[in-house]
């Protein structure tokens, strides 16, 4: 990563501590460090990259969003590529990461767990197709293992486009405590047969991203075309090709987005406190908008007045997300630009468009800010690139009639034009919309 400078501003004790361990864990040399305030408050900390070593850092402990990024093959670093952590998650309520529970006991669990915290729990902040959870259900209920699937989670990874409005699985990659032999059982009862690939035994149904409607399994989405179990994990496609690369990113053969420095910079500033996020490449979050996608609540905030917008630097991938650091529950987003100046011009500009985000049209001048706050920002500067953190606590004492949205699902509310790059497509859609 090289030597870099960090901005700190407005950040709590911990969020600060947190960019000091960062730095120290992407530099093994010990560096004399010099810190000048400047006249706007923003601490700017220096590394001085000629200081002699006295020792050499351990290396530093791979997250679990990191482990889940060399599972993904590099060819889908321009894709949404989406992260839940359930094992962090289950331990979070209180329930063992890697035994089977039951739903009613999850569901205690749960209860217990939002009477004694006085927020929500955490599962609903994860991001997962339902298609794929229903097909799976159904096939679990014909010999009762339907509690083992939603109890069972561990971690899971995949990328998702959408179809008529909902999500549709390209793959999903996910750790499990599961037993997988009644599975298998199940597959090939059903019509599935085994296929091999690189030693891998998977097993294949219907033609690439086919489904039928009279396969329970791929009457939704064909994303179980494809299965495959590599020690604990489960691996779902719904085309060979797919599969295979699956498997080749599992066995390290080919390059996966752990290669990619962009993801891998951006799950390394996030921390390993991250439950869900998704990454969204540039491209997508900068697309032309359609005529009228800009509701006119929206869009007065970002065209009119002292709150209006302004366009961003242009960065490569963002990522969107819900973490929970020592006991708080945190919406972030971080992204990465191949400049390293741009994170830090464009700090008060994203900084801006939190706090002003409308959330919902029936809540009209009801801002994110009022549901997380306060907001803050983090810049990281690398030799040739930077990266802008944004984040903010949810607030759990506010009136949540007052704002729908106030719970572990806040992030997934926040619409990509928030970090839309060019501010004059929004303003174009607003208009169209008004003809």
């Keep these: ?133 229903s097909a799976f259900s159904s096939f679990y209920k014909d010999f009762g293992l339907e509690e083992v699937l939603h109890a069972g989670m561990l971690s899971g990874v995949g990328i998702f486009y959408p179809i008529h409005g909902r999500d549709s699985p390209t793959f999903l990659s996910l750790g499990t405590t599961f037993p997988k032999d009644p599975v298998i059982a199940k597959l090939l009862e059903s019509g599935s047969e085994e296929a091999v690939y690189r030693g891998v035994t998977y097993y294949t149904r219907n033609e690439d991203y086919i489904g039928s409607l009279e396969d329970p399994l791929s009457r939704f989405d064909p994303i179980l075309n494809r299965v495959a179990f590599i020690d604990n994990r489960f691996l779902a496609a719904p085309a060979t090709f797919v599969m295979t690369s699956l498997i080749d990113a599992e066995h390290g053969t080919s390059s996966s987005l752990a290669d990619n420095r962009a993801h891998k910079a951006l799950a390394q500033a996030v921390g390993p406190d991250l439950v869900a996020g998704i990454f969204w490449p540039f491209a997508a979050m900068n697309s032309d908008w359609a005529p009228g996608s800009i509701a006119d609540y929206r869009g007065s905030v970002i065209m009119d007045g002292l709150d209006r917008w302004e366009s961003l630097s242009v960065y490569e991938v963002v990522l969107v997300g819900y973490r929970i650091r020592e006991g708080v529950d945190e919406i972030v987003s971080a992204l990465f630009y191949p400049d390293p100046e741009a994170a830090e011009g464009d700090s008060a500009k994203l900084k801006h468009r939190w706090e002003t985000y409308v959330t919902g049209e029936r809540y009209e001048g009801n801002q994110l800010a009022q549901a997380c706050a306060p907001v803050s920002t983090k810049v990281i500067e690398g030799e040739d690139f930077s990266i802008l953190e944004t984040s903010c606590p949810v607030l759990w004492n506010t009136d949540e009639s007052r704002h729908p949205f106030q719970s572990s699902t806040l992030w997934k509310n926040m619409s990509p034009e928030v970090f839309t790059q060019d501010i004059e497509k929004l303003k174009a859609a607003m208009a169209l919309g008004q003809e």
């Design 1 to 133: 990563m090289g030597p870099f400078k960090e901005i700190a501003g407005r950040i709590p004790a911990s969020l600060a501590l947190a960019a000091g361990l960062f730095a120290l864990l992407t530099s093994i040399a010990a560096c004399t460090t010099t810190s000048t305030p400047t006249s706007t408050g923003t601490v700017i900390v220096s590394q001085n990259p000629t200081a002699t070593p006295t020792h050499t850092a351990p290396p530093p402990t791979p997250t679990k969003l990191e482990i889940a990024l060399g599972r993904v093959p590099v060819e889908y670093r321009d894709k949404r590529l989406v992260f839940g952590d359930y094992g962090r998650a289950r331990s979070l309520i209180g329930a063992d990461a890697t035994s089977l529970i039951t739903l009613v006991e999850m569901k205690k669990l749960v209860e217990s767990y939002e009477a004694q915290e006085g927020r929500h729990e955490p599962f609903i902040g994860m991001w997962f197709p339902s298609d794929f959870f």
